[in-house]
């Protein structure tokens, strides 16, 4: 399901997992964290679309300025096809308040209207539950809450959850929270892992089954750049090519092209050849941007 309704896998093309058209992360990073300048955001999508780009999953949530209507507008401007996500990011952008108040079945419950019906009478669908966030090492009291309701939709809607999981290793305690909530974790993306520095982190995730996400691709320094390739390359090597997933997660404005980052298309352009150029095969560098997230966000191989 994109923004503009629903398409078929195989018109998904080169898809970018984890990205961010329009948000608002003012909180933590002033002038730098505000994205909503709809001209900038079309130049910059038809630049990814020259690149080769067909799909980019859009994973700002309510918290942080999701906005349907003009995703949508950017979607028809740029052809660029836009997957839309749902649920709840972290704290501290959380409302403790309702989340003290409301159950995660009443939370669940809004999560499968913007599935089903819309978001707020757009009828603008999302396609994927996420980013569910955790902002620290371990996962808060209305985190839990989030996540078990984002598990009750995925098993209401059979959608997809992608996650955020910076830093530090709680990709795996999200993973054994959806697992307890009866989700399967091939149906799950564990967001950031490329920023997360720990030994073994990467491989103990795809042992789980679930999908890696390298998501800061082109966004940080030359060394993550670097670091991130070589434990992509050991991941493929050690047999879990087919649950590698890279994006950018464009969310700052000097990320974004015109004010000097690597924009969109950066990964197509700059990344994939870098990993060639580090051994991999060209085909399986291909199916890590086309093949892989369209099993990820379709649940189908
Ligand atoms: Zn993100």
Redesign the pocket.
């Known amino acids: 399901m994109t923004v503009t309704g629903p398409v078929r896998p195989d018109e998904l093309g080169v898809v970018l997992p ?3 058209v329009f948000i608002d992360l003012v909180r933590e990073y002033r002038g730098n964290g505000l994205l909503n300048d709809e001209h900038l955001a079309s130049a910059e999508l038809a630049a990814l679309r020259e690149a080769g780009g067909g799909t980019l999953v859009d ?1 700002t949530l309510d918290e942080i300025g999701r906005d349907p209507a003009a995703l949508r507008r950017v979607s028809e401007a740029t052809e660029v096809r836009i997957v839309m996500g749902c649920g709840h990011y972290r704290d501290p952008y959380l409302d403790r308040g309702w989340f003290d108040r409301i159950s995660p079945d009443a939370i669940a419950d809004e999560i499968i209207r913007d599935i089903t019906e819309g978001v707020r009478g757009t009828g603008v669908r999302a396609g994927i539950i996420g ?1 569910i966030g955790a902002d620290r090492r371990y996962i808060s009291a209305a985190e839990e809450r989030s996540f078990r309701a984002a598990a009750r939709a995925h098993r209401g809607t059979g959608l997809t959850i992608s996650t ?1 999981a910076a830093r530090w290793p709680v990709g795996l305690d999200q993973l054994d929270l959806l697992a307890e909530e009866g989700v399967d974790p091939r149906r799950v993306i564990v ?1 950031h892992s490329d920023s997360v520095p720990i030994p073994g982190y990467h491989l103990a995730l795809a042992r789980r089954g679930c999908y890696v996400s390298f ?1 800061g691709i082109g966004t940080g320094s030359r060394y993550d750049l670097d670091r991130a390739a070589e434990d992509i390359v050991a991941l493929a090597r050690a047999g879990f090519g087919a649950q590698i997933l890279l994006s950018h ?1 464009v ?1 700052l404005r000097d990320h974004l092209r015109a004010h000097g980052g690597c924009g969109y298309g950066f990964l197509i352009g700059g990344f994939l050849p870098l990993l060639t150029a580090a051994g991999l095969d060209a085909e399986q560098v291909r199916r890590f941007v086309t093949a892989n997230p369209r099993a990820a966000l379709t649940g189908e191989d």
């Open positions: 984890h990205e961010h994973l980013e955020h967001g998501d997660d969310c």
